[in-house]
């Protein structure tokens, strides 16, 4: 079973506060609601990107292995820019080997990427114990997402529309808006379907 986490958060989000403000029709020095306005515009990314599988602002991801990949493993996520670094254990010890970058690389372009071992295959005692790969995902700056994937920035002002309109207390049986419904459709469309219907 493999664990995907976030080692380095990301540092900015697609949607700024002045844009998410001229976005609502808030007045543009209005900052009494700046902290609601910050979690929409995070909750917006987060679920555009759990929908898609993809990562927008970049970010360092970690992905855990109960045990060394023989082959290749999926990176279970996308655009990956390079891997910093892969470690695993020798013999249970303390302290994880750090592979050599020539042992291995990065194959499958945008659409599946796959960490593959190209060096000698370890033996059998490495191969039984924990393997983890970290590695960049994402995009480096706003200009950057905004250029290779415009309509998963305009599903992310949909939602974050969506959740700051909706801020208040939801009562059962309200029709979702419209918005979140067109963001949903969006990141359909950009989903990376190589990794299942699991998020």
């Not at 992905?63 to 996520?77: D, I, S």
């Not at 309509?151 to 002002?157: E, H, K």
Request: glycine fraction near 8%; charge should be negative; proline fraction near 8%.
């Amino acid at each position: 079973m493999t664990e995907l986490h976030t080692v380095t958060a990301p540092t900015w989000e697609p949607i700024d506060l002045p844009a998410a403000r001229q976005q609502l029709r808030l007045p543009a020095d209005y900052t009494g609601e700046d902290v609601v306005l910050q979690r929409c515009i995070q909750a917006a990314r987060r679920q555009v990107e759990k929908w898609t599988w993809r990562r927008l602002p970049e970010c360092v991801l970690g992905l855990a292995l109960p045990a060394f990949p023989v082959g290749g493993v999926r990176l279970e996520t996308a655009p990956v820019g390079d891997v910093e670094d892969v470690t695993y254990r020798v013999d249970g010890g303390a302290e994880p080997a750090v592979a050599s970058p020539a042992d291995y690389e990065l194959r499958g372009g945008e659409a599946q990427p796959v960490l593959v071992w190209t060096g000698a295959t370890p033996p059998l005692a490495v191969v039984r114990q924990p393997f983890e790969a970290r590695f960049r995902a994402g995009y480096a700056d706003a200009a950057t997402l905004a250029t290779h994937e415009p309509d998963l920035v305009n599903a992310c002002y949909l939602l974050m529309t969506h959740f700051f309109q909706t801020r208040g207390e939801q009562q059962v049986g309200t029709i979702v808006s419209p918005n979140a419904l067109t963001a949903k459709d969006i990141c359909a469309d950009r989903r990376l379907v190589a990794y299942g219907d699991g998020r």
